[in-house]
């Protein structure tokens, strides 16, 4: 996307831990650097997951399925154990490819929220990755092997406004950039325009729960 709204429908069913979640894409206006225009609705995701609590520590596993437009369908899990306890909630997730983009993708986060007025909070949170691809085909470095390298880090700011007992508004500020060389030249290599390695983007969640 650029310069452009998107719109990200989701939905979660959720019972005693397990829960069934469905997301969706929709660019008002795809960007593509040959200007040949892609569907609107983009992505559609499907996520399985089960998630408890041993001590301290949540723990979940799942299942992804990403129905994609411009790229290959591929297939997911993932296992991740959050600290919700300490102070800045450390949150380590893995993410294992299998189908059409095979390697591992891990997440390193830490996030804190700060009262504002009533309800109202001020939520802060940073995240690092590694990415570890398993062919060159995947993703490679630029000495055409396959890519192992930190990948990105996001910064993000936000606020959370509970509106009643069901809607919450959610505003939120994101950075993301390249956390290494082979990381930059990645990212470039992968965007539209070729010479992008950061992003910031934001937008607006609003979301109801019963």
Do not use: C
Not at 19 to 25: F, I, K, R
Not at 110 to 135: C, M, N, R, W
Not at 149 to 162: I, K, M, Q, R, W
């Amino acid at each position: 996307s650029k310069d452009s709204i998107v719109v990200q429908p989701s939905m979660t069913v959720a019972y005693k831990g397990f829960s069934a979640n469905l997301w969706g894409n929709l660019d008002t206006d795809p960007y593509s650097a040959t200007m040949n225009q892609t569907n609107n609705w983009n992505e559609t995701d499907l996520t399985l997951a089960y998630g408890w609590e041993m001590g301290p520590v949540a723990l979940s596993v799942g299942y992804i399925y990403y129905a994609l437009d411009a790229a290959k369908d591929s297939q997911e899990f993932f296992a991740s154990a959050a600290l919700s306890s300490l102070l800045l909630k450390p949150t380590l997730a893995v993410y294992r490819d299998t189908d059409a983009f095979p390697g591992w993708y891990t997440t390193l986060g830490i996030s804190h929220s700060f009262p504002v007025q009533g309800d109202i909070t001020l939520d802060l949170g940073a995240q690092v990755s590694y990415l570890k691809a398993d062919e060159a085909s995947t993703f490679a470095d630029t000495d055409g092997s396959a890519y192992s390298n930190f990948h990105d880090g996001v910064l993000s700011v936000g606020l959370t406004v509970p509106v009643n007992k069901y809607f919450t508004v959610i505003p939120k500020l994101n950075y993301t950039f390249a956390l290494s060389g082979d990381a930059r030249d990645l990212m470039r290599r992968s965007s539209k325009d070729g010479n992008d390695d950061d992003f910031i983007y934001g937008g607006v969640s609003v979301s109801m729960a019963f």
